[in-house]
């Protein structure tokens, strides 16, 4: 199983970033796809899911107005746009697979991380 | 919403030593749907324990979990210089969320 995640960005207050994650060696719409991000020497800050079967997503009510999850499943990736960007969402963005075995397991494989940095 | 508090935020131990990690919830956490990871520098976080207490695949044995209800806890029986990083618990579920961490330094 493997999440490989677009290279890094930067980005001018007001713009918007796309970050993709191809996902390799496993049922690409068997398992939502999460994602977190990670502020410079902050702590885990979870964003949101979506269902790469259906579309369906749900987002962390702090981002709900900036953030779209899309997916092509015909080249097993998926999407996480943030609009509106400001120099506090500079940080490392991460897709996660949550796994599931009859019951959920946690977030069992990551991303490498996508630095973006906006700034002027 | 449920919020995941974590204690210490950062605890110096030596090579051997026992480390105890606590997560608090702020409500009760059904189905016991609480993760621990680990992060080094430059790292993605891996998943270390689920279900509050199930052993992640690959994982040495010396890391355990406990708890249940709003109160859980990360135990490393035995540091080894691995060990020495950033842990995390992640409630998943109906909601997600994640505690502040904990740093494990070295003494």
């Known amino acids: 199983v493997q999440l490989v995640q677009s290279g890094a960005e930067v980005k001018n207050p007001g713009a918007s970033v796309k970050v993709s994650c191809k996902a390799s060696a496993y049922t690409f719409t068997a398992f939502h796809i999460h994602w977190v991000r990670q502020a410079p020497g902050q702590g885990l800050e979870w964003m949101g899911w979506i269902n790469p079967n259906t579309g369906g997503t749900n987002s962390a009510q702090k981002f709900q107005d900036r953030v779209a999850m899309t997916r092509d499943t015909s080249i097993t990736t998926a999407f996480m746009e943030l609009t509106g960007l400001k120099s506090d969402d500079t940080a490392v963005y991460f897709c996660a697979r949550l796994g599931h075995d009859n019951k959920l397991v946690g977030l069992d494989y990551w991303g490498q991380g996508t630095l973006v940095t906006v700034s002027s | ?107």
């Open chain 2, 1 to 107: 919403e449920i919020e995941l508090t974590q204690s210490p935020g950062t605890l110096s131990l030596s090579l051997g030593e026992r480390a105890t990690l606590s997560c608090r919830a702020s409500q009760t956490i059904r189905s016991s749907s609480l993760a621990w990871y680990q992060q080094k520098p430059g790292q993605a976080p891996r998943l270390l324990i689920f279900d509050a207490s199930s052993g992640a695949t690959g994982n040495p044995e010396r890391f355990s979990g406990s708890g249940s209800g709003t109160d859980y806890t990360l135990t490393i029986s035995r540091l080894e210089p691995e060990d020495f990083a950033v842990y995390y618990c992640h409630h998943y579920g109906n909601s997600h969320v994640f505690g502040g961490g904990t740093k494990v330094e070295m003494k």
